[in-house]
């Protein structure tokens, strides 16, 4: 009886179960639930701000902001180059991280380091938007807003020699970054790529987040170890590269593609000259002294002309610009005036600027040469002899200004230090005058644009740009000056010419007189002036005040 009453129970179980499984599936399948409604479908004109905001949660910077500007053609161009950048990159990691690696082998039972995996993924950062600012400098200032959300599988190897050569797996993965840099190509120059350096900054701490193994355990799962590697990460990131710190990359040699600046100014006073060879027919010469740096553009300088005379005095000063103390060389050559025909050589001489001490006055006599090229060889004839007195005097190692007024403070390499606003500079110094470009200047006539530069007397002019209403010239002028520019102002004229001959060839687009004393005070001034009679024109200038 009780094996019978045992086996009824199963049979009963299992038809029932099968029973109640059918039943199931029946309602599963067949039943229509009574409270599922339909939803309400409404056009997205009609969703308020909270509504948007679910149904998309993560809105890309060109929508929100308009600053921003849409850069899809790049993240494509990023999506196909990704498999060749994933090389690139991991090269570029194993070239640094192996000489560190280097420092740590001998120490602490390590006898080995290396990467066993190493691969940023198959997944490249996501721009979301590209900001570009205007800037007077010589400079591109860039902020891209930059997500990635990457596979990456690194994984490093680090042996022991403690536990019988056992190894320790770290793997980094899971990684995600949130930044937004802003990156500075700077200064522009005329070769290609056309930037000197890359720098690089970032304007709010990052979002950093991924998962760490050691020996296969996620170690970033330990209760509050996660958010302790989060702020370390964030405040070791924000002390290296947060604005304004940052992290510069340098792509081309300055000293190559850089424009040398003028650094000081040479001192010459010629002041005799014995002996010269006798030119004329009388048994005399009529000499004088041409003078000129080496790289130097600008035409020669002269002195007078001594009439009938073999030992001339002069006692003539002159002040040239220098760029390079240590390679320029001073060039004189003594010349015998005619007034028909060529002017003939009575000698010449160099002086390499190395041999001078700064802000200190030296006196040379030098032999003239037939010839100052090394490469000739020299005659025993004796050409006479020329004294000359050099002082080469070094601009002042003041940081230049910023762009406009500084509210009586100047930038000092140990801090901010004040100067009172009534305290006007003295000494000589170089005057730089950098015209950049200017914007709508649109003659009535024609458009070919250039710079004329009124000064002290002096009359400088850039070239000419031809048919063009925002003409770009990058042209710098210097003035020599005895004295700062107090209280005075420089003219800078837009002219436009017509080519060939015709009346009204010449038509003004615009004038601007700019005072100099904030350039005087702060040492530089980079800003746009709007052109005096021009309806909207503009003219970028660069002013810059260097006293010795």
Known sequence: MGFLSSLLGILGFGIGFLFGLFIGFYFFIYS?????EDPVVSPLCELDTDALQDLIPDIPLWVKSPDYDRVDWLNKFLQNMW?????????????????IFAEYIGQYTITKIDFETLTPGTLPPVLQGLKVYETNERELVMEPAIKWAGNPNIVVVVT??????????????????????????KPLVPSFPCFANIVVSIMEKPHVDFGLKVLGGDVMAIPGLYRYVQEIIKKQVAVLYHWPQTLEIPVLDASLVGIKKPVGILHVKVVRAMKLLKMDLLGLSDPYVKLSLSGDSLPSRKTSIKKKNLNPVWNESFKLTVKDPQSQILHLDVIDWDKVGAHDRLGSQLLPLKLLQPNETKEFTLDLLKNSSISVAHDKKQRGQIVVELTYAPFREDTDGMSGPLNSFSWKENGLETTSGNDSP?????????VQGAKDVEGSRHNNPYVVIFFRGEKRKSKMVKKTRDPQWCEEFHFMLEEPPVHEKIHLEVLSKRNGISFRSKESLGHVDINLDDVVHNGRINEKYHLIDSKNGVIHVELRWKSI
């Open 83 to 99: 498999p060749f950048l994933d090389k690139a990159i991991c090269s570029t990691i194993r070239s640094v991280a192996e000489p």
């Open 32 to 36: 229509q639930p009574t409270d599922v």
């Open 426 to 434: 003295r000494g000589a110094g170089l005057l730089f005058v950098t």
């Open 160 to 185: 022991s020699s403690s536990l019988q050569n056992l190894k320790i797996k770290l793997q980094l993965l899971d990684l995600q970054i949130f930044v937004a840099p802003r990156v500075t190509l």
